[in-house]
Protein backbone atom coordinates (compact mmCIF):
# COMPACT_ATOMS: atom_id res chain seq x y z
CA UNK A 1 0.00 0.00 0.00
CA UNK A 2 1.36 3.74 -0.72
CA UNK A 3 -0.09 6.69 1.01
CA UNK A 4 0.07 10.03 -0.49
CA UNK A 5 -0.46 13.31 1.07
CA UNK A 6 -0.84 16.65 -0.86
CA UNK A 7 0.48 19.70 0.53
CA UNK A 8 1.29 23.39 -0.87
CA UNK A 9 -2.04 24.66 -2.17
CA UNK A 10 -3.95 27.95 -1.34
CA UNK A 11 -5.05 31.61 -2.97
CA UNK A 12 -2.49 33.44 -5.36
CA UNK A 13 -2.94 35.85 -7.22
CA UNK A 14 -2.80 35.85 -11.26
CA UNK A 15 0.90 35.52 -12.28
CA UNK A 16 2.35 34.38 -8.63
CA UNK A 17 3.61 30.80 -7.78
CA UNK A 18 2.74 28.11 -5.91
CA UNK A 19 4.61 24.88 -4.75
CA UNK A 20 2.53 21.73 -4.36
CA UNK A 21 4.32 18.51 -2.70
CA UNK A 22 3.36 14.92 -2.40
CA UNK A 23 4.59 13.02 0.01
CA UNK A 24 4.63 8.68 -0.28
CA UNK A 25 4.77 6.83 2.08
CA UNK A 26 4.66 2.46 2.35
CA UNK A 27 6.42 0.46 -0.67
CA UNK A 28 6.75 2.80 -3.59
CA UNK A 29 8.76 0.01 -5.70
CA UNK A 30 12.20 1.16 -7.46
CA UNK A 31 10.29 1.51 -11.15
CA UNK A 32 7.42 3.69 -10.34
CA UNK A 33 5.73 6.83 -11.84
CA UNK A 34 3.82 9.41 -9.70
CA UNK A 35 2.08 11.91 -11.63
CA UNK A 36 -0.25 15.59 -10.79
CA UNK A 37 -3.97 15.84 -12.03
CA UNK A 38 -6.34 18.75 -11.31
CA UNK A 39 -10.25 19.37 -11.24
CA UNK A 40 -11.98 22.48 -11.97
CA UNK A 41 -15.22 22.68 -10.54
CA UNK A 42 -17.59 21.34 -13.56
CA UNK A 43 -14.77 19.87 -15.24
CA UNK A 44 -13.00 16.64 -16.05
CA UNK A 45 -10.01 15.59 -14.22
CA UNK A 46 -7.03 16.74 -16.18
CA UNK A 47 -3.37 15.70 -16.35
CA UNK A 48 -0.85 18.29 -15.39
CA UNK A 49 3.10 16.19 -15.30
CA UNK A 50 4.11 13.22 -14.31
CA UNK A 51 7.58 11.84 -13.33
CA UNK A 52 9.11 8.21 -13.78
CA UNK A 53 11.67 6.68 -11.31
CA UNK A 54 14.30 7.34 -14.48
CA UNK A 55 13.40 11.33 -13.76
CA UNK A 56 11.71 11.41 -17.63
CA UNK A 57 9.14 14.10 -16.85
CA UNK A 58 5.86 14.66 -18.94
CA UNK A 59 3.96 17.53 -18.71
CA UNK A 60 0.75 19.08 -20.27
CA UNK A 61 0.47 21.40 -23.19
CA UNK A 62 -1.43 23.89 -20.80
CA UNK A 63 1.03 24.48 -18.49
CA UNK A 64 4.48 23.42 -20.83
CA UNK A 65 7.24 26.14 -19.84
CA UNK A 66 4.86 27.28 -16.09
CA UNK A 67 5.12 23.81 -14.40
CA UNK A 68 7.59 21.74 -13.40
CA UNK A 69 7.62 18.44 -12.15
CA UNK A 70 10.67 17.00 -9.88
CA UNK A 71 11.01 14.97 -7.12
CA UNK A 72 13.40 14.06 -3.93
CA UNK A 73 13.95 10.43 -3.77
CA UNK A 74 15.41 11.11 0.02
CA UNK A 75 11.94 12.59 1.16
CA UNK A 76 10.41 10.22 -1.14
CA UNK A 77 8.21 13.41 -2.15
CA UNK A 78 7.11 14.57 -5.39
CA UNK A 79 7.01 18.55 -6.11
CA UNK A 80 4.79 20.40 -8.52
CA UNK A 81 6.64 23.96 -9.35
CA UNK A 82 3.76 25.98 -10.65
CA UNK A 83 4.82 29.85 -12.22
CA UNK A 84 3.09 32.16 -14.06
CA UNK A 85 -0.68 31.03 -12.64
CA UNK A 86 -3.75 32.08 -14.51
CA UNK A 87 -7.21 32.19 -13.23
CA UNK A 88 -7.68 29.04 -15.39
CA UNK A 89 -5.08 26.85 -13.38
CA UNK A 90 -7.91 26.92 -10.63
CA UNK A 91 -8.52 23.18 -9.69
CA UNK A 92 -8.11 20.68 -6.92
CA UNK A 93 -4.70 19.23 -8.12
CA UNK A 94 -4.44 15.52 -6.89
CA UNK A 95 -1.13 13.89 -6.95
CA UNK A 96 -1.33 9.58 -7.77
CA UNK A 97 1.35 7.14 -7.97
CA UNK A 98 1.51 3.74 -9.81
CA UNK A 99 4.61 1.13 -8.70
CA UNK A 100 5.59 -0.32 -11.45
CA UNK A 101 5.43 2.06 -14.59
CA UNK A 102 7.80 0.02 -17.19
CA UNK A 103 7.16 1.02 -20.85
CA UNK A 104 4.83 3.92 -19.54
CA UNK A 105 4.94 6.43 -22.53
CA UNK A 106 2.95 9.92 -22.30
CA UNK A 107 -0.48 8.52 -23.08
CA UNK A 108 -0.50 5.69 -20.18
CA UNK A 109 0.78 7.88 -18.02
CA UNK A 110 -1.73 10.78 -18.49
CA UNK A 111 -4.91 8.72 -18.03
CA UNK A 112 -6.20 8.80 -14.49
CA UNK A 113 -6.98 4.63 -14.87
CA UNK A 114 -2.78 3.70 -14.70
CA UNK A 115 -2.94 5.13 -11.24
CA UNK A 116 -4.26 2.74 -7.94
CA UNK A 117 -2.80 5.33 -5.66
CA UNK A 118 -4.32 8.83 -4.87
CA UNK A 119 -3.61 11.52 -2.59
CA UNK A 120 -6.47 13.42 -0.94
CA UNK A 121 -6.14 16.35 -2.86
CA UNK A 122 -5.58 20.69 -2.80
CA UNK A 123 -7.01 23.27 -3.98
CA UNK A 124 -5.26 25.96 -5.69
CA UNK A 125 -7.40 29.09 -6.38
CA UNK A 126 -5.82 31.87 -8.56
CA UNK A 127 -7.38 34.75 -8.59
CA UNK A 128 -7.60 37.84 -11.30
Known amino acids: QVQLVESGGGLVQAGGSLRLSCAAS????????MAWFRQAPGKEQEFAAAIKWTDNTYVTDSVKGRFTISRDNAKNTVYLQMNSLKPEDTAVYSCAAVLSAYGFGYQTLAKPSTYPYWGQGTQVTVSS
Open 26 to 33: GRTGSSYA
